[in-house]
């Protein structure tokens, strides 16, 4: 009986590593092949119109002016109350 739980281990053993053998020459073998010139010579490159003088190049705008920053809170909303509340601290700190 031992003898027969040793043949079964190593025929586990062995048709596994077959497997793994076989699935990872399939992968090599199947490799994605490298980008060639004739590939990418294919595609033609394109050049913007506005470069070619097709259509006129866009005009920049000017700068809009900087706006004065926004009070802290803007709308009423108090994230450091959310905050507590989320902490199930219903007593604010510092207030």
């Known amino acids: 009986m031992r003898i027969l739980r040793l043949l079964l281990g190593v025929a586990v053993v062995t048709i596994s590593t077959v497997?793994?053998?076989f699935v990872v020459a399939d992968r090599i073998a199947h490799l994605t092949p490298p980008a060639t010139v004739a590939?990418?010579?294919?595609r033609a490159v394109t050049a913007e119109p506005?470069?070619?003088?097709s259509i006129p190049a866009p005009v920049a705008a000017p700068?809009?002016?900087l706006k004065?920053?926004?009070p802290a809170i803007?709308?009423?909303f108090d994230t450091e109350r959310l905050r507590?509340?989320?902490?199930?601290?219903?007593?604010?700190?510092g207030r």
């Open 19 to 21: 497997i793994v053998i």
């Open 39 to 42: 590939r990418t010579a294919a």
């Open 68 to 70: 004065k920053a926004a």
């Open 63 to 65: 700068a809009p002016a």
């Open 74 to 76: 803007p709308n009423g």
């Open 50 to 53: 506005s470069a070619t003088g």
């Open 84 to 93: 507590d509340l989320m902490r199930a601290d219903p007593l604010m700190r």
